[in-house]
């Protein structure tokens, strides 16, 4: 008997993100003939780290694709605090520059978050910032963490429903776990926050028919763990080998899920999809 | 047989208060003695909503036996809403008041999310501005909404630990339900979110090892639905026929529960003694 083929379970994070890139373009286009406004990023990477530099270049390189005007400030690793909080006041007052992204992490002796605290919030395009999080909270959602964003965006490309589904997500952290409770709960789902403290992880996730996992373990999620017919976005990342894997053991999950987001290929495009979108919602509002 | 007696489940909101208060109060006496700084809480009532009155007054009866000086902001029905964003911006320029409160609801007329924005965050001590909600979200709690924050009061306590515990939340607003998961996944309790559009709720809060209740559906929380040993506060209030009712069926469910917050004396004195404290943070850190 010929193995079954799953491709049609597959959430396909590149061909998503091409089509908002495309909606972002017109955007973009359109916000240039009518107003003469170019949106633009400028990111800010402090040392040398190579996934670091690795990620801002796709975002550039997305920049590229939609008609985005990207701004690389490189500054040294020796930067102190002051002349970080100098570039970012610099940058806050530019007219041309829509979206500021810091990128994380930076160097141990930099305080990371006073420097995302002084960015303007109108030009926070990865929506760390306490205003745009608490914005999120109450229901106002304006700039926001870009993962999460990216999942709400792929459960409404596939008509996935989410008033009253009960979603659960395994991990709480600011980038993902909790902007994605306050994004899902914000749509009416029923929503369960696990982590590494949840006392049998598995009752939770097997009773999801929603399930984020964002944790950084390698296979965490295995197919006994999940309800048939399960939507599944894995959200994490491990390295291994010059390989990289999810959060979730995706050649056994896959058989049960209905959907399931593979990695690589899954929510990573969609994240820098929604930046893209971010920068034009910041350069249309301003 | 005697009826069993379960005053020993009820969580005393009232005493727990007059601790809280009492603490409240030496932070005061410190503060005026070291650096002369008397904390200051100014109330803005709209109209005459007899309801919105007796809160007003009962907080304002809180601050005299605290020591801090309260003053009633009380505007007529027709202020504009250029009026009332004028007196927030008086306040926020004024030194001797470290704490607004914004008593809702305003009348219709008037728009509360522009006014509630204006308030000053740092005097913001209700905590329900955006900038604080999200410092809340990213575990960053500074002044938050005092009707969580006194369940959390009361947890710590009543000795009842946090983490690992699997906490259900049924009600999804932005006074309570909401910023109690983010105070709830900040001590890495498991979380679930329950309300109106949850299917099958007694699944979740049969579950719950401390259960916080805010729906305004009166005795929605039947014996039936709890666990054993359970922990429960009723956030909720229906007054009916000159009497208030909570949204657990006391009388049963304390048959069951470990610890339960009665109504009315429950989270209600908890939620103002919180108030006071928040003056009291606002005016320490100004």
Redesign the interface.
């Known amino acids: 008997m010929a193995e079954e083929n799953y491709d049609s379970r597959k959430i396909d994070g590149r061909s998503l993100s091409k089509k908002v890139e495309e909606q972002v373009k017109q955007g973009v286009d359109k916000l240039k003939a009518e107003k003469g406004v170019t949106p633009g990023l400028a990111t800010i990477l402090v040392g040398d780290d190579p996934a670091s530099k690795m990620y801002v270049r796709l975002k550039h390189k997305a920049c590229e694709r939609v008609g985005i005007h990207a701004e690389d400030q490189n500054m040294p690793e020796s930067t102190t605090q002051e002349e970080l909080m100098q570039k970012i006041q610099e940058l806050n007052d530019r007219e041309d520059i829509h979206g500021i992204l810091l990128q994380l992490p930076l160097p141990k002796h930099l305080d990371d978050?006073s420097a995302m605290l002084a960015i303007d919030p109108a030009k926070d395009a990865d929506g760390?910032?306490?205003?745009?999080?608490?914005?999120?909270?109450?229901?106002?959602e304006g700039l926001v963490p870009c993962t999460p964003k990216g999942v709400i965006r792929a459960l409404e490309e596939y008509d996935v429903a989410i008033?009253?589904k009960?979603a659960v997500i395994v991990g709480?952290s600011?980038v993902v776990?909790?902007?994605m409770?306050?994004m899902l709960?914000n749509r009416?789902?029923?929503?369960?926050?696990?982590?590494v403290?949840?006392?049998n992880l598995k009752k939770?996730t097997l009773d999801a028919d929603i399930l984020v996992v964002g944790t950084g373990v390698m296979h965490l999620i295995k197919a006994d763990m999940v309800k048939e017919g399960a939507v599944i976005f894995d959200v994490g990342i491990t390295e291994k080998e010059g390989k990289v894997y999810g959060d979730v053991d995706f050649d056994n999950v896959v058989k049960k899920a209905s959907l399931i987001t593979p990695v690589p290929g899954g929510v990573g495009p969609m994240t820098i999809a929604i930046l893209m979108e971010h920068v034009l919602m910041a350069a249309s509002n301003c």
Chains 1, 2 share one sequence.
């Open positions: 978050k760390f910032h306490p205003y745009n999080m608490g914005k999120l909270l109450i229901g106002d008033q009253g009960h709480h600011n776990g909790k902007p409770a306050a709960i009416n789902a029923t929503v369960s926050v696990c982590h403290f949840t006392d939770f």
